[in-house]
């Protein structure tokens, strides 16, 4: 038992940096191309961690904590996060979704605040992109997960994770397929994947994670990168967890099918990334919006489909 | 046993979205297609097991009304009058789309108001609420002609979805002559468009207002 509850905090830990990996694999692929190795991202991690950080002279601590701050509060969100019905996080109480919510809004916050701190003009742009997007990405996020809390009445992830299964699907089956896709958009703009932002540009004037945490660099960066993975696990799991939530089956074929969902996810992401384009700025508030009417759209249906 | 009836209800809902986020035409067209198909599909649906063969005869008719032949109709009016493809919206997508997610909880508010329909179903009502309002907006909202015939199809398409939760076995009779009118309604609005943009070289009804002479 104690095994299971440290499960999804390890493996967040652990194996996040290879999605990222499976990613780039999955992209190479369609370019026709072998790729950098699965393990890359640790390489860059470790790498990284080796060097010395440099700071600007015009930069205070903001641009210093930032990334630490960041961090910190990533690892909190992660230890939120449960692995299907099989292992519940390791803490978790009533209301622990809002805390999810807030922490990455907390590292969002942070990431902007130093990226500001810089001064440069490029990263402001990049700052007032992350916070426009994110701001209705957030809504979206919460009304789906208010929309979950709704169907199993409860207000903590593990439990809700726990209680929803194939009744749940036979009952409002549409309503959670409408879920996982609003989360799905959710966690393709948060994470700052395609069709919102790419991030293999590096020199481009519409990014947006990338061109916030150019002047970071050595221990520092290695946090934000290791930070942005650990984001795509904890917003991928969330995915992942209203996908698998309609097989049946006990504890380990949950876990296996959480597992083989997370890699899954990853490859998807990377077909996204090969066959679309990104969207122009003006069209990503629209397609953010879409999400937003889906999650509206699942908790009104949820309250017809449980009445 | 509704999950199938609960899918199709929640893809028109969804094809309604995609409709008032859309800026192209050709698009347009063709999800209101698709909707018409989900619409045809619906009254075997409702009636599950037990279909009977006038229904699943006119759930036939109306996919092949329209979902074929209206955009066939629609499609052909754009090629000869060779417009833009672009919508010309007097509101833009993203606000559309805010507007359709009002609407969707106005749909549901309006339902829960009413209290005398017979609860055949919990979600055709304020389905087919919804599918009006996106009719009546697309109608309001755009200025091209041919997107007031779309607007104008999602509109009956919400009032058949009414009927049915008013009603399951609508004589096949009635149902009949309202798929008849509206072929006659869609063909001779074709011609009037082909005939408006021959005679102003354009059909953006904004500038319909003045007599030519």
Not at chain 1, 284 to 290: E, F, K
Request: glycine letters at 10%.
């Amino acid at each position: 038992m104690n095994a299971l509850r440290i499960l999804p905090i390890l493996s967040g830990l652990l194996l996040a940096p290879l999605l990222l990996g499976i990613v780039n694999r999955t992209k190479a692929r369609f370019g026709g191309r072998r790729g950098q190795p699965l393990l890359q991202a640790y390489f860059d991690l470790l790498k990284l961690l080796h060097k010395g950080a440099v700071y600007s002279r015009t930069t205070t601590w903001i641009f210093r904590a930032g990334p630490s701050i960041g961090l910190a509060a990533t690892l909190v969100a992660l230890t939120l996060i449960p692995i299907g019905r099989g292992a519940p996080s390791a803490m978790h109480f009533t209301g622990d979704l809002f805390l999810l919510a807030y922490c990455l809004g907390l590292v969002r916050f942070f990431t902007v605040l130093a990226a500001l701190d810089t001064g440069s003009a490029f990263e402001g742009m990049g700052a007032s992109r992350e916070v426009q997007f994110s701001a209705l990405a957030e809504p979206a996020l919460l009304i789906a997960l208010a929309a979950l809390a709704r169907l199993s009445g409860h207000l903590s992830l593990s439990d809700i994770t726990a209680s929803i299964g194939v009744t749940s699907w036979e009952v409002a089956g549409p309503a959670l397929a409408l879920i996982a896709l609003a989360l799905f958009v959710v966690f393709l703009s948060e994470n700052s994947r395609i069709p919102v932002d790419d991030p293999n540009t590096h020199l481009e004037l519409t990014m947006i994670h990338e061109v916030m945490i150019l002047d970071h660099s050595g221990p520092d960066l290695a946090f934000i990168e290791y930070g942005a993975a650990l984001k795509f696990w904890i917003l991928g799991s969330l995915v992942v967890n209203v996908g698998i939530s309609g097989l049946g089956g006990g504890t380990w074929v949950s876990i296996a099918a959480f597992f083989a969902g997370m890699f899954g996810l990853a490859v998807g992401v990377g077909v996204v990334e090969s066959t679309m384009a990104r969207y122009r700025l003006l069209k990503v508030p629209r397609m953010l919006w879409v999400a937003v009417a889906l999650s509206v759209l699942s908790f009104t249906l949820i309250g017809r489909f449980t009445a | 046993m509704t999950l199938p009836l609960d899918t199709i209800l929640v893809t028109v809902i969804l094809t309604c979205f995609l409709i008032m986020g859309t800026t192209r035409l050709l698009t347009a067209i063709r999800i209101s297609a698709i909707q018409g198909i989900c619409i045809g599909l619906l009254p075997v649906a409702a009636s599950g097991a037990h279909t009977s063969i006038r229904v699943a005869l006119l759930g036939l008719v109306i996919i092949v009304l329209k979902g074929f032949a209206f955009p066939r109709l629609l499609k052909r009016a754009i090629r000869e009058s060779s417009t833009s493809t672009e919508m010309m919206p007097f509101v833009g997508s993203t606000a559309s789309i805010v507007t359709g997610i009002l609407a969707l909880i106005v749909a549901f508010w309006i339902d829960s108001r009413m209290e005398f329909l017979p609860g055949s179903h919990s979600l055709v009502a304020p389905v087919a609420f919804f599918t009006i309002i996106t009719g009546l907006f697309m109608i309001v909202a755009r200025k091209l002609a041919i997107t007031q015939v779309v607007g104008y199809l999602i509109l009956e398409n919400g009032i058949y979805v009414f009927g049915l939760a008013i009603a399951l076995e609508v004589p096949i009779i009635v149902e009949l002559g309202v798929l008849l009118d509206m072929f006659v309604a869609v063909f001779v609005m074709g011609i009037a468009i082909f005939r408006i943009n021959r005679e102003f070289n354009h059909m953006d009804s904004d500038q319909l207002r003045n007599l030519k002479g």
